[in-house]
């Protein structure tokens, strides 16, 4: 019997696919229906450069980009095809730069010393500043947000600006410690499993579960949390119990406690950013691009913020007076 009229079982769902209802079919004859591969290619997208290109859940094989395209929308194939090109590049000698108006990217090299993207798509067509992220003006044309000659500044600030980005980016959200894999957690515990590696790690301190501190050194994430209250190497399994030892965090919700969690971790970010510059570059890029310190962030506030992530109270102790004290805390 030709094995072309077999029917498949989708790996997902487990239903009898027919031939005309596969919708991806891997090069060791692992299927997905229409339904579940649509769905699968959802979340791969989702998750960003570091699922892609996309490869077969059983197998790891890589999935064939033809079958691939012929299920994705016209956005999910620019995203994708965003996804695949900062993955399979060369970091270290290329980058992604992206249209701010449509989803229209282009690898460049990191030695060039343009700022300006001319977009290719037909519906677009916008000329814009890839530093400031905005379309170009001339003379004849009224349309645009920003004077073409102001781009000088943008070309003088362009190293600057782009530090600045990767900062905040990096800030925003917390790293698996072995693959690198990027995101922000659920309000479920504080336990992670990465996707990418499935390494386990702790989401308040960034370590992997193999070398954080834990009350017993060849037990699971959970004996990291024991005593975390007093013992500043530990940290809690939901953020929402910090408040009760450093009023800072809330209570009320894990919600609310991830929010203050990044708000301490964009703060030590930009400590970091503004340490790398003097202060008459820091006063020049702030004001030229003075929505980053009105729109975005709170620059004032951000220097005040205490970085430590937990600031716990002194221990009692007989012989030494309370009110000079001074508490310990979390440093990361």
């Given at each position: ?77 620019c995203d994708y ?221 951000a220097r005040k913020?205490?970085?430590r992530l937990i ?22």
């Amino acid at each position: 019997m030709n094995s072309s009229f077999i029917n498949k079982i989708c790996i997902i769902c487990s239903d009898i696919v027919a031939d005309k209802d596969i919708g991806i079919l891997c090069s060791n004859d692992h299927c997905l229906c229409v339904g579940c591969a649509k769905d699968f290619l959802k979340t791969t997208i989702a998750c960003g450069e570091e699922m892609c290109p996309a490869k077969c859940s059983v197998c790891k094989t890589e999935l064939d980009y033809r079958q691939v395209e012929t299920l994705l929308d016209e956005d999910q194939h620019c995203d994708y095809s965003l996804h695949c090109t900062k993955a399979l590049m060369d970091k270290s000698k290329y980058e992604v730069v992206c249209c701010p108006y449509c989803r229209y990217h282009e690898m460049w090299d990191l030695e060039s010393e343009g700022i300006t993207l001319f977009c290719g798509y037909e519906n677009c067509k916008k000329i814009s500043c890839i530093v400031c992220y905005k379309e170009y003006m001339f003379a004849d044309d009224s349309s645009g947000d920003c004077e073409s000659e102001s781009h000088e500044k943008c070309y003088r600030l362009k190293k600057i600006k782009k530090d600045w980005d990767q900062t905040t980016y990096e800030g925003s959200q917390r790293f698996c410690p072995d693959c690198k894999y990027g995101g922000i957690k659920d309000n479920a515990c504080t336990h992670m499993s990465c996707p990418q590696c499935k390494s386990e790690w702790c989401y308040v301190c960034g370590k992997s579960s193999n070398i954080c501190d834990k009350s017993d050194p060849e037990g699971s994430l959970y004996s990291h949390n024991e005593e975390w209250e007093s013992n500043d190497k530990r940290c809690p399994m939901y953020l929402s119990l910090i408040g009760g030892v450093d009023q800072r965090w809330s209570t009320r919700n894990d919600a609310e406690a991830k929010q203050f969690l990044h708000k301490i971790l964009i703060s030590k970010a930009i400590r970091e950013f503004e340490a790398r510059y003097s202060p008459n570059e820091l006063k020049e890029f702030y004001e030229t691009y003075s929505e980053i310190s009105t729109n975005q962030y709170n620059i004032v506030e951000a220097r005040k913020i205490d970085p430590r992530l937990i600031i716990r109270k002194p221990k009692a102790s007989k012989n030494r007076d309370k009110s000079t004290s001074k508490g310990e805390c979390i440093i990361f």
